[in-house]
């Protein structure tokens, strides 16, 4: 009985040693290793674990398949996406469609808003809208469409492309031009957003780093020592031996 009661205490030790691990602020962190590295202002949770998101619009999830996935709240209810790219030295992130229609997502964003997001876009470059949904063909005749991963123009009909491209050359002259905009930046089925950045100045000046607060004070930051020595718990060799016996 006293051998059992030890292998409880053990498993329970061994329970909180992991539970403490786990809440590391300091690791870069990422779902596999081609997938974007996930650090502030980013916090990376387990969906069954989403009660421990402090900044739900910055929690980053892993799929099964270990791809990055998103869940952009706006004011039209949730879209999930994969997250492909971060940069955190712009602030800007990169996000595709699982469903392999990344065109018909963003026209349901540009009707919308999705704090603290936007669309990140380069004033150099317009992106056209084109309807192709009279073309009945699962592919253009271009490159674009000649890859695995290019749109089904039957169940995804419109296709985006730069402005200054030619529509011969896309197979687009059967489709119909919806619009142009310089305010969405699209290339190889993803978008780009961006993200207000944070200021950390106090704390990179302590040689720290930015953490969300975790007291129900969104938006809010404060710094966290990266440097400060870990604790551990100590388990006793008696217990150890007595749970091995």
Known sequence: MARSHSFI????????????????????????????IIRFPFQLVKESSQHECVYPEFCLYCTQNKNTMMVLSTTSGPFIFFVDYIDYESNQLSISDPDNCISEKILKLNKTSFPPYRFYSESITKSSFFNCSSFKKR?????????????DMITCPIYISDSYDSVIALDLVSCTKMFDTSNIFVQYLSVSLSWPEQNCTKCKAKSMKCKWKNNNTKGK?????????????QIPKSLIYASTG
């Open 221 to 233: 930051t404060e710094c966290f020592d990266c440097n400060k020595k870990r604790k551990t718990i």
């Open 9 to 36: 205490m053990l498993l329970f030790l061994l329970q909180l040693i992991n539970n403490s691990s786990s809440h590391e602020e300091c690791r870069e962190l990422s779902c596999g290793p081609y997938e974007p």
């Open 139 to 151: 592919h253009l005749r271009n490159e674009d469409q000649s890859s695995q991963r290019s749109q």
